[in-house]
């Protein structure tokens, strides 16, 4: 069973013909999913502005902006920790190609590759939610919050009591 994302707003490779804009404000219940799916406390604004073309070279680039108020949870002190995110990004997009048109699969991790259009779709959604992920603090910190180290517990260990039993055998002598 596939997993529900948290917004899915799907585009047909058909619809965008030379372009095709979209704002997305999910509502309360979208927003409340989108941030169980990211850990926040709460998500009380989330907007993104996304923009869909064809590539010059070849492709799609989906450029967009997200914009969001988060409340997120210091790690250190479980405080609440309020974040205003405004981040524009820009991705390309290259169709998903037959694998029995080719003799090879290539499998590549540069950051720089394209992101594969599968199903002849592109999930603005699912762009706008990862975008949004992707700009948050993985370890929230509130400012001037500091992790102390706990004290290291005494030494516990077999020969420890055996320390014990030989420092009374040498009072007894």
């Not at 988060?70 to 694998?99: K, N």
């Not at 949004?132 to 102390?148: I, N, Y």
Request: aromatic share 4%; glycine share 6%; proline share 9%.
């Amino acid at each position: 069973m596939t997993p529900t994302l948290p917004l899915s707003e799907p585009v047909r490779l058909n619809e965008i013909g030379k372009g095709l804009d979209r704002t997305l404000e999910p509502d309360a219940a979208a927003r409340a999913k989108i941030a169980k799916a990211l850990d926040l406390a709460s998500l009380d604004a989330f907007v993104a502005d996304l923009s869909v073309a064809p590539a010059a070279n070849a492709g799609y680039r989906l450029t967009g902006r997200v914009r969001a108020s988060a409340v997120q949870t210091c790690g250190i002190t479980l405080e609440p920790l309020p974040v205003e995110i405004d981040q524009r990004f820009s991705i390309d997009l290259v169709e998903a190609v037959d694998p029995i048109e080719t003799d090879e699969i290539e499998i590549t991790l540069d950051d720089d590759a394209p992101d594969v259009i599968e199903d002849g779709r592109i999930d603005l959604g699912q762009y706008a939610v990862e975008q949004l992920a992707l700009t948050l603090d993985p370890f929230p910190r509130k400012p001037g919050a500091e992790f102390v180290q706990p004290e290291e517990p005494a030494e516990i260990s077999p020969f420890a009591v055996l320390k014990q039993f030989k420092a009374k055998d040498a009072g007894e002598t």
